[in-house]
Structure formats: C-alpha cells, structure tokens
C-alpha cells in the first residue's frame, strides 16, 4: 500500500515538471564584428532512448522512477525489471497502453542482468542507461557504458551512518531509527545500518533498542499485524545468514524467525570490529550494528570512514552541534532526528561510491535531457 501510494505522489510531481522545463535566454556581450549584437537561448532536448534497469526491493515505485521522467522529458523508455520480481512493472506497462501511451513509447523487456541489461547498455540506439542497485553491478555498467560515453544514472549501495550524540532524544532515536533500520526487513538501499552512539547514551540505547526489537512480529507479507516480512529469496536469506555467522560479538535477536519461509529475524549486533563485513558492505537485511563511541570528532571518522555515502542520519537536540556537523558528513542526503525520509521535491543521490547523478528534485528532467544553446546575431 505504501508503494502504490508513493508513486502516484512522484506520478503527480513529475507531470508537473513536464510543464515547467524550460532553457534560458541571455544577451551576449560580445561584438564582433564591431556594431554586432547577439541574443542566445537554450534548449532542453530529449537525451533519445531510456534503458531503466530496475531492483527487486521497490519493484514498481524505483521502476516508475525511471519511466516517469524519461517521458516527461520526451524520450522513450525501455525497462527491464529484475527476473526476481517482474509482475508489477509489466502490470504498470499494460495499464499504460490502455491509458493510451503511444506505442514504442514505454516499453518492457524481462531477463537477467548478465544477458538482457547488458544487452540494453550495448545497443548502438539507447542513449542514457538509468540503474539501482549494487555498486559492483553499477560499476560494471560504467566500465561498458564508457566506451560509448552513454550517460548514465547510477543510484547505487549504501552503508548508512546514524550519529546519535548525548543529548538526542532516546524516544525519538528509537522510533525513527527502527523505522529507518528495519523498513522492507532492511532491504532498502537508505536504511540505517551503522548506529555509533556517544557513552553516555549507549546503555540506555542498547536496551531500549534491544525492547523494539524483540516487540517486532514475525509473518508473511499479506498479514497487516506482521512487522517483519521474509526476504527476497533463498540466496539473499543465506546471504544474510552468512554476515550474522562472522559477527563474532554480542547479538541481540528478535522472535524466532517461522520455519517456512526466507525469514531473518530482526537483529542487533553490539559493538562488532571496524573490520567485519558486517560493518563495511551493504547486508540489506534486518540487521542493525549498535556500536559506543566517546565523542562526536570520533564518530564522524568512523561514520565516514566508508567506500560509500548514499545517506546519514545525525540525532541531536542541539542546533549548533546539527549546523556544525552535517556539512561534514559524507553522504547525499543527512537527516536531523529522523531517518529514510524522501520528498519528490528533494534530490536523492550519492558521494562516493554510492552512486552517479541526482534523482527527484525540480531539476529531475535534466538528466534526460541534452542542453543545446543557440545563438542569434541581429
């Protein structure tokens, strides 16, 4: 229900954009030959075909996050859903034809990454691949992507940092940091995964988190009461499965996970060692690592100390502290007392290795576009 309902949010705010994206006009101050004077404007064209290669997790909101502003802007759109969950986009597409988009327009193809996407990125027609993803697989892209200079859209992995100082609100941390940790069972690319608590705070917090989490239901995706669904897949349980068995550290668990069905259950591991996996890649699960830090110039090392920075989360009630620090955070977007909070009207996107280009944002339009200046003389 919160897919369906968010994308027809971002539905409105694109068709909007659609009429509002205009270039630019500007007197030149160059006269030559002498007594010439020159009047330019600039044009936004559509970039030509769209490639949308899209994940599993938000099957139909991160795919219209593709199509949407590919046709606003002009251009067509081919998109291929991952082979793990097709339905929803293909059901989308069909909608669209019987709404009356015009044929070749919006159009869909199904099959894994390794044959089907790069078949997408090679061919000689499309001109701008939009991706999300994983980092390894949006690097891939790149590397194909260069030979060609094929603009691309990379929304890629995320190791999210949540900074939680002394003074922040234990309440308010732990609602918005379960919500912003354990949405989708964690399989979401701007969930909280890293939380370094000042001491004073840190008992206090390992408790009460330790409370949230045992609290959390465990059931399949049609029970509304369920709180914790089952995973993607058989391989991304193992995946999962596979960090918690290196943890080596203090691990707070959940309810039992059901027998049937790919359940992890919800999970808090204390203080695990800067070298873990579990600490420095992306497990996109419901795990979440608590770790004690003594001060805020230590947190922002380790906050920081990442291949990646797609978002971060800083949990403080003191002002100063929040304008003094976010800017040094290195992440696309910086929450203050909440986390995983996304507007249509606020850009999203990486530093780092986390990703290349914005999405969403009054300038969304842009990257489906060329700019072309022309240039009068009268």
């Keep these: 229900m919160f897919e369906v309902g968010a994308t027809l949010d971002w539905m409105r705010y694109v068709a909007g954009l659609a009429t509002k994206h205009d270039g630019r006009s500007m007197d030149l101050s160059i006269a030559f030959p002498p007594g010439a004077r020159y009047t330019a404007y600039t044009r936004k064209e559509p970039i030509g075909v769209v490639a949308g290669i899209v994940p599993w997790n938000f099957p139909l909101m991160i795919g219209m996050w593709k199509v949407m502003p590919a046709l606003a802007a002009g251009c067509t ?75 691309v859209t990379l929304e890629l992995g995320g190791k999210n940092p949540a900074i939680v100082l002394a003074d922040a609100d234990p309440a308010h941390v732990i609602e918005g940091l379960m919500a912003g940790s354990f949405l989708n069972q964690g399989q979401v690319c701007a969930t909280s995964s890293r939380v370094y608590i000042e001491a004073p705070l840190f008992d206090r917090l390992v408790d009460d988190f330790e409370t949230a989490v045992k609290s959390l239901t465990l059931d399949h995706g049609l029970d509304p009461a369920a709180q914790i669904n089952p995973l993607v897949s058989k391989a991304h349980q193992e995946k999962v499965l596979g960090y918690l068995a290196e943890a080596g550290s203090e691990v707070i668990q959940g309810q039992a996970a059901p027998t049937q069905g790919y359940y992890v259950s919800p999970t ?97 339009l842009d990257a489906y576009t060329e700019t072309k200046s022309v240039c009068l003389r009268h």
């Design 268 to 364: 808090l591991v204390v203080n695990p060692q800067d070298q873990f996996r579990l600490v420095r890649e992306e497990v996109f699960g419901p795990v979440l690592n608590l770790i004690r830090v003594k001060d805020a110039q230590e947190v922002l090392v380790k906050a920081n100390d990442s291949d990646l920075g797609l978002t971060a989360s800083l949990w403080t009630q003191n002002l100063n502290q929040a304008m003094n620090l976010t800017p040094k955070i290195q992440a696309g977007t910086v929450w203050v007392n909440s986390h995983t909070v996304i507007d249509a009207n606020m850009p999203f996107g990486g530093y780092k290795q986390s990703g290349l280009g914005r999405g969403f944002g009054v300038d969304w």
């Design 77 to 151: 759109m081919v998109v291929k859903p991952s082979e793990v969950t097709p339905l929803t986009l293909m059901r989308m597409v069909e909608l669209a034809s019987e709404a009356g988009i015009p044929p070749g327009a919006l159009n869909l193809v199904n099959g894994r990454g390794f044959g089907t996407g790069q078949a997408l990125i090679e061919h000689a027609l499309v001109s701008k691949v939009s991706f999300t993803g994983s980092t390894a697989t949006g690097k891939a892209i790149a590397r194909s992507a260069a030979d060609r200079l094929l603009r």
